[in-house]
């Protein structure tokens, strides 16, 4: 599991709010991601969208699959390819738990946010289940009644 995660003085880089109101979100898992040329550079300018993005386990390995990490406006021919399959490091008990997470049915893993750690990139994943139409009608609601509640008081 994550460790200290919350720290407020981390420089988040982005967050993947669709991932709120789409999913269910449980455990959280903590994971490096390999980069290649330019896209830190990238990242650093504020290039990186998680919103359609997805993890997945392939022969025990992590990958991140449909981040967009925008081109590096100062590159040259050695630009990186936009939306490449990323590999995300873990270790490997963690690996095996969210292996045994998506045998259930309807689970997947999400980014939930992107920040830096001492210099490197770090993505918060989250075994996520998702939600069905009628349960973000509900939450809405909800958080409606409760914002009626707090300007009537």
């Not at 992107?114 to 009608?137: I, T």
């Amino acid at each position: 599991m994550m460790k200290g995660a919350k720290n407020s003085t981390t420089p988040v880089i982005t967050i993947n709010r669709k991932a709120r109101y789409d999913y269910h979100l449980r455990d959280r898992y903590e994971a490096g991601v390999v980069l290649q040329g330019t896209e830190v550079k990238a990242i650093r300018a504020g290039r990186l969208n998680l919103t359609d993005s997805y993890a997945q386990v392939a022969d025990g390995e992590v990958f991140l699959i449909d981040a967009h990490i925008g081109p590096y406006e100062h590159g040259n021919i050695a630009n990186h390819e936009p939306k490449r399959k990323r590999k995300l490091l873990l270790h490997r008990r963690e690996i095996t738990k969210l292996e045994r997470s998506l045998r259930s049915k309807g689970m997947t893993i999400v980014p939930t946010r992107a920040y830096f750690s001492n210099g490197k990139v770090k993505l918060e994943l989250a075994v996520a289940m998702g939600k069905q139409l009628y349960d973000k009608r509900d939450k809405i609601e909800r958080e409606a009644t409760v914002s009626e509640i707090r300007a009537y008081n």
